[in-house]
Every structure is written in C-alpha cells, then in structure tokens.
Nanobody, 127 residues
Framework: QVQLVESGGGLVQAGGSLRLSCAAS????????MGWFRQAPGKQREFVAA????????AHADSAKGRATISRDNAKNMVYLQMNMLKPEDTAVYYC????????????????????WGRGTQVTVSS
C-alpha cells in the first residue's frame, strides 16, 4: 500500500513557476507508476503527466507539454512536477496518484487506472 502527500502548491503570478512534490510511503515505491492530475472548480479531474516506475517512459497532457515536466527519485520516494509559464487556467487542485505495475514501461494516463491518491495541493495562478 502507498500513501501520498503532495506539497509545493501556492499562489503564483502568470508566467511564474512552481515545483510540486509528492512524498510516497511504502517499501515498494519503485514498482509504482505515478501520475499527476488536476481538478479545477466545477470541472472533472484531468490528466497532467505520468511516469513509469523506472522513469524511462513519460507522458504529458497536451495542455502541459512544453510547460510541465514530471520526474521521480525512487531513492527518496518522491515524484515531482515542475511547472513553468503558468497560466490562470492552470489554477486547480493538483493530485498525485500511484498504481502498481509489473513492467518498467507501464504508464497510465486515466484517473480510473490509479488505485492510490493523495489529498491534493492547491495551485492558484493570478493574472
């Protein structure tokens, strides 16, 4: 079982940057594919980025390409989301998610594929 705690959210001006972190507990973190999702008020949760447990396969949503980078440090049980050139429409609660996977290349981009979720961290981008 994995427990996830996000941090790093806050208020930032448009064009600014944030680095979100997700701390995971559990001895087998390195066998979990990880993902970041976000949910704005009144909207459905949407995919932002995902990474395989090896770190060798990565996917980003079209809305995040070129502006967001997902990475992980298995030795520290951490996953990160670096977000640059933030826009007001990036305002949302950002969630970290984990799903056990057998293959190092497994990656998941849909929220219903993930079993474990953090509580989220608020990101607010002012114009």
């Amino acid at each position: 079982q994995v427990q996830l705690v996000e941090s790093g959210g806050g208020l930032v001006q448009a064009g600014g940057s944030l680095r979100l972190s997700c701390a995971a507990s559990g001895r087998t973190f390195s066998s979990y594919a990880m993902g970041w999702f976000r949910q704005a008020p009144g909207k459905q949760r949407e995919f932002v980025a995902a990474i395989s447990w090896s770190g060798g396969k990565i996917a980003h949503a079209d809305s995040a390409k070129g502006r967001a980078t997902i990475s992980r440090d298995n030795a520290k049980n951490m996953v990160y989301l670096q977000m640059n050139m933030l826009k007001p429409e990036d305002t949302a609660v950002y969630y970290c998610a984990a799903q056990g996977s057998l293959r190092s290349s497994d990656i998941y981009t849909h929220s219903d594929e993930y079993q474990y979720w953090g509580r989220g961290t608020q990101v607010t981008v002012s114009s």
